[in-house]
């Protein structure tokens, strides 16, 4: 059974350029205050969310240890599986602590499952997250991501209609993957394309640097509902009277995903 005890043992960050980092954070701790607040006046944000969960949560392991999202956010899916340590880049009333994914505040095979939504393409430094992953994972236990995925259609999207920079030229392994090794960076900021260039353009290269990560799940979806949405931000561009008949014609169209899907689904169990 899972359990909800993970050992913190803290490791601080190196330096960074203090101004610019405080400033950097004070903005992420707004945005998730202005999440937090607008939740409950999106109905049609939280069922997406809500399916999300349902999705995540048949994912989990059921190893010994405990459940962590990280980047938590407004912390939705410690509402929906209370138990889950909930934390975050800046400390908020509603998460249990502040951490910085690359560098995991608890102790080494203590964690069942790693949840992150919408988070892996904020990270500066994703490889160092997966090393994490590696170190704080009990033998069994599971990183559960659900990113955007970068599909032809969905492209469009997110270059001309969505607020974060989508670069499908970065490679992610290289010595140099521009801003994605950027510790120091907004936490606000991300390459909208490194899930997918991580588990599909570049698979291949990741499961040789992590062979302690089996690939228990891999799927596209999200089609249509969730960009007509809007989101946490943006106008929604469908009445929610036709959602029930928006969601048959995407189920109809599950197998465009490769060529239409705007969100990813990836577990990777520890060997």
Request: with cysteine.
């Amino acid at each position: 059974m899972t359990g909800t005890s993970a050992t913190l043992c803290v490791e601080a960050p190196e330096a960074r350029s203090a101004d610019d980092r405080t400033l950097a954070l004070e903005r992420a701790r707004r945005r998730l205050e202005h999440h937090a607040a607008i939740w409950h006046e999106r109905p049609l944000t939280r069922d997406i969310y809500r399916r999300y969960h349902l999705a995540i949560d048949s994912a989990r392991s059921d190893v010994e240890g405990a459940d962590v999202e990280v980047g938590a956010g407004h912390g939705s899916f410690a509402e929906f599986r209370p138990g889950t340590l909930s934390c975050d880049i800046v400390p908020c009333p509603w998460l249990h602590c502040a951490a910085d994914a690359a560098y995991l505040p608890f102790a080494d095979g203590s964690l069942a499952n790693i949840i992150m939504i919408d988070v892996l393409h904020h990270v500066a430094d994703p490889l160092r997250f997966f090393e994490e992953a590696c170190r704080t994972l009990a033998p069994g236990g599971r990183a559960i991501l659900l990113e955007p995925y970068v599909s032809p259609v969905s492209y469009i999207a997110w270059r001309y209609f969505h607020d974060e920079a989508i670069n499908t030229r970065v490679n992610p392994f290289s010595p140099s993957p521009g801003h994605v090794s950027d510790r120091g960076k907004d936490p606000w900021q991300a390459n909208i394309a490194v899930p997918t260039l991580i588990f599909w353009r570049h698979w291949a290269t990741f499961a040789r640097r992590f062979p302690q990560f089996h690939l228990s799940r891999r799927e596209r979806f999200d089609l249509l509902v969730m960009p007509l949405s809007g989101g946490f931000e943006r106008r929604r561009l469908i009445p929610l009277w036709s959602v029930p008949l928006a969601r048959a014609v995407e189920s109809c169209l599950r197998p465009l995903a490769p060529l239409m899907a705007f969100r990813c689904l990836i577990v990777l169990e520890k060997r």
